[in-house]
T-cell receptor, first 109, second 115 residues
Framework: QKEVEQDPGPLSVPEGAIVSLNCTYS??????FMWYRQYSRKGPELLMY????GNKEDGRFTAQVDKSSKYISLFIRDSQPSDSATYLC?????????FGAGTRLFVKA | ETGVTQSPTHLIKTRGQQVTLRCSSQ?????VSWYQQALGQGPQFIFQ???????GRGNFPPRFSGLQFPNYSSELNVNALELDDSALYLC??????????????FGSGTQLSVL
């Protein structure tokens, strides 16, 4: 069993839709939870990070962590074509970050 | 503030050869982590350097080795290249070990093709 499971998609939505991206994990030692966005032929860039259960909001993005269920989510409101990218969930504890496989998102204008 | 830079951007090698990839960390960052990203996969942790010492290693064989220099730039060396080593190699820096858990700043990577 992989430490982090993420549906690779692809996920295709119309512009303006609410997008929900999810990951599950198995290692209870993970204390930090991140979402990265990766455009084609670029390195990942950090979108959000949190270290507690609950919700964290930043503009159109909301990260949700449920440690009891070992489940994290990223919600994107009012999705834009510029949001088309691969979204990677990531988890850390002990200075090593483990990434999910990434979900490819396409937002159609 | 200069971001993370990697060189070269693309590289083609043949099986059995050796390769060295280079990374300049972001200004003020003393920790560098290397990742391998195969097509359609997430980045896989190779190893991490903190103040010139290896501080952790993923599930990669010893033919993957690295260095960190006093200016915190870093190299990744791969010996005896195999076809499966073809991937995007990413370097990420962070301000210190604690921030490694929270924020990694990535370069654009080196695309390695092994023929």
């Amino acid at each position: 069993q992989k430490e982090v499971e993420q549906d690779p998609g692809p996920l295709s939505v119309p512009e303006g839709a609410i997008v929900s991206l999810n990951c599950t994990y198995s290692n209870s030692a993970f204390q930090y939870f991140m979402w990265y966005r990766q455009y084609s032929r670029k390195g990942p860039e950090l979108l959000m990070y949190t270290y507690s259960s609950g919700n964290k909001e930043d503009g159109r993005f909301t990260a949700q962590v449920d440690k009891s269920s070992k489940y994290i989510s990223l919600f994107i409101r009012d999705s834009q074509p510029s949001d088309s990218a691969t979204y990677l969930c990531a988890m850390a504890g002990g200075f090593k970050t483990i990434f999910g496989a990434g979900t490819r998102l396409f937002v159609k204008a | 503030e200069t971001g993370v830079t990697q060189s070269p951007t693309h590289l083609i090698k043949t099986r059995g050869q050796q390769v060295t990839l280079r990374c300049s960390s972001q200004s003020g960052h003393n920790t560098v982590s290397w990742y391998q990203q195969a097509l359609g996969q997430g980045p896989q942790f190779i190893f991490q350097y903190y103040r010139e010492e290896e501080n952790g290693r993923g599930n990669f064989p010893p033919r993957f080795s690295g260095l960190q220099f006093p200016n915190y730039s870093s190299e990744l060396n791969v010996n005896a290249l195999e076809l499966d080593d073809s991937a995007l190699y990413l370097c990420a820096s962070s301000r210190d070990l604690q921030e490694t858990n929270e924020k990694l700043f990535f370069g654009s990577g080196t695309q390695l093709s092994v023929l």
